[in-house]
């Protein structure tokens, strides 16, 4: 007999959910990856290394590390942010994580009261957002550039604020292969914003989650890392570099912020079996397997960009990421790509509409953010071949593409 | 360089948390378990059984199996709950969550209102607790017996409620090995449970986290189970049975409580790697496995039971649990366990203070919880006797043990 809990629930609940109905034929939303890259052999090796060594410590929550996280991956996550990074700092500075996005939660639920606002670029991960919204902050989002934020909107941004007496609760910046524009922001530039927020008094949240993955090799130190670096919170995570469904980021903060956001972390720990292995692979493995991930990413962002142009033609603009798993695809005006989600998803093409990557959701309504990491160089072509007939159905956009009359083939 | 937040945190946070400096020498606290039982070999031989097989699916979030968690999991959980609980429920009717705290914000985010009103047992699960006030409702602990919250009591706490027009949003119970006095309650006071919540119109949320580890090896149905069992939402958790540190629970619940529960799971999803191994593993080893750690418990158990008489004498009662990892041991009024807390604490003795385990704070500050799963049997009878050293030296109290005068040893 079922009981109906309708009266029990709280009046401002999201929607139900549907049921899972499983993956879209031609999968371009979320951050999923590249299934043949996920380095299997290399993690069945590390769990059973580091089980071997240390299973029998699964029986007390936190291992013996404590409410950090597992200690052995701070230590690997430190070696690999100087390496990388150019970001100096200790096992001591790390809080892992249960996600990059249980990071977000944390610094949220320590600095937000609703009434604050936040200042995001404007295109920007969605989920940030959202969370944002669900604690009553309010965001602006500031202009981007090829190279992020740009400073002089960012100044006037700011000054706006000061002169209604408002002080931002922080800049939130994915400033090394933006999401979802895939951009890097030169080092001059981090500079920069760093000044700009020494001048207005404001912290930096910078989340590098997808750093690791840039097509040369070579990316600015983090902001972090940079004199004055010590108002920046930095997140990171694995989810982007080895799998997205191993639930393991990081914080990395001077003690007075992280020692207030554990009393948060109420989740008896992050899943230890997943840190140990992430760790033993860390030491073993993952600095190969970035590069060749990395290339294969590459290659399909260049099936991506080259089916785009094939198939919209000039009615799609974008510009080259340079590194990452999405474009950021800008159509004509006349198209709403929340009603091409619906059409799209109903014949199995699955994209991301822009709204919900705009800070402003009108001014994204033009917009899509396509994932290029998990689909195969085929299925890429395909779908985006049926995506462009669907527009052309929908829209007349595009009107025809490099060489084929829309509607002729 | 460092910045200063203070002025950008909540007001309302809990004190900054301190360095975390090791594990206490006799550590009598939270819900740590055996490590000699951590099944080690199998959970190798799991993860790499289930690594080859499905390891690449690790590129997708929820790997192939949609947002309620990895759908063999699921499936095993059922075949689980249907032979141990005689819980008849389908893959479909499983969330898995990142533990099962996550159950309880889970729960709590779709029901819980501030000002409303949760009827709980008498002693609870602090964690319980915590979360009910962080989200602004209150708690009313039911009087307790040997089988479990009292019918009688109950009743008349659900009138007293009526009579000022509150309907409580959901009794929160658990029945089976009950955190923290180890009791079972039997099948006809699940069965009068349910006919008092169905003639107030209650919800019921059954956590039964801990019911895997019963001495006899026997417990009664689910409450979700028994007929009427609709109104119930139930919650278990691997963290008990297997081990702390693996962050994986499960709600077992209709679709239109999964369905708004979901959305407000927003982790993206729970680690994959715990769930793939946990899976694989319950169909290869589990059961034999809890039936050796029950009885490991067990043992331990009789040597927490004896070292508490032998030091505290009649000064400590205490019921015998029917299973689990946890002793309630009653002392003299005059004993506040919040400070014996530190006092031991600084000793290297750790132990759960009644006030924390107890609705009525007050009511239970001369209680203390000891869990006996962790240490050894040589670790529980030293920290025991240090205890009862310590405890006379601060209160008087015990005045003597069964054998010795205290300070004469």
Redesign the interface.
């Known amino acids: ?6 009266p ?4 401002d ?8 109905g ?2 879209p034929a031609y999968n371009f939303v ?9 380095p ?1 052999d290399d ?2 090796a590390s ?2 290394a580091v ?2 060594r240390e ?14 996280g597992y200690r052995p991956l701070r230590e690997g996550v430190a070696i690999q942010l100087k390496a990388r990074a150019g970001l100096a700092c200790t096992a ?1 500075d790390i809080l892992v994580t ?2 990059s ?2 990071a977000l939660d944390l610094i949220n ?5 609703p009434g604050d606002t936040v200042i995001l670029e404007e295109a920007c991960y969605s ?1 940030a957002m ?2 944002l919204k669900k604690c009553g902050a309010s965001y602006i989002g500031a202009p981007l550039d090829g190279d992020g934020i740009r400073i002089d909107a960012l100044t006037a941004i700011l000054e706006g604020l000061k002169a209604k007496g408002v002080r931002p ?2 800049i939130y910046t994915i400033p090394t292969v933006q999401n979802p524009t895939g951009s890097v922001m030169p080092r001059a530039r981090r500079e920069e914003l760093l000044k700009v927020a020494a001048a207005y008094g404001v ?1 930096i949240v910078e989340d590098d989650c997808y750093a690791d993955l840039i097509w040369d090799g070579n990316r600015p130190p983090a902001i972090k890392a940079l ?2 670096g ?2 920046v919170i930095y997140c990171g995570s694995f ?1 982007k570099s ?7 980021g990081y914080i990395v903060a ?7 956001l ?3 972390k ?9 840190q140990m ?1 992430l760790s033993e692979y860390l030491a073993n493995g993952f600095d190969g397997h970035v590069t060749a991930l990395t290339r294969t990413l590459q290659g399909k962002c260049a099936a991506m960009m080259e089916a785009v142009n094939q198939h919209f033609g000039s009615a799609a603009e974008f510009t080259a990421p340079k590194g990452g798993i999405f474009l950021w695809v800008t159509l004509p005006d006349a198209v709403d790509t929340g009603k091409l989600f619906k059409a799209a998803g109903a014949e199995g093409v699955a994209i991301n509409p822009g709204s919900e990557w705009s800070a402003d959701a009108a001014g994204g309504s033009h917009r899509l953010r396509l994932c290029f990491a ?1 689909p195969s160089v085929d299925s890429i072509r395909e779908g985006v071949a049926k995506l462009a007939e669907i527009c052309h159905r929908e829209f007349g956009v595009p009107v025809r593409s490099a060489n084929v009359q829309r509607g002729g083939s």
Chains 1, 2 share one sequence.
């Open positions: 007999m079922s009981f109906d809990y309708t029990f629930f709280r009046s609940l999201a929607a139900p959910a549907g049921r899972w499983g993956f979320g951050g999923h990856n590249d299934a043949k890259s996920v299997v993690l069945m769990a059973a089980l071997a299973g029998h410590a699964l029986a007390t929550y936190g291992l013996s590390s404590g409410p950090q001591d249960s996600g996005l249980q639920a320590a600095l937000i009261e989920g959202s969370r609760k922080f912290p004199p004055g010590g108002r989810s080895i799998a997205p469904a191993l639930r393991v001077d003690w007075p912020v992280l020692s207030r554990l009393p948060l109420t989740d008896g720990g992050t899943g230890a079996l997943e292995v998990h």
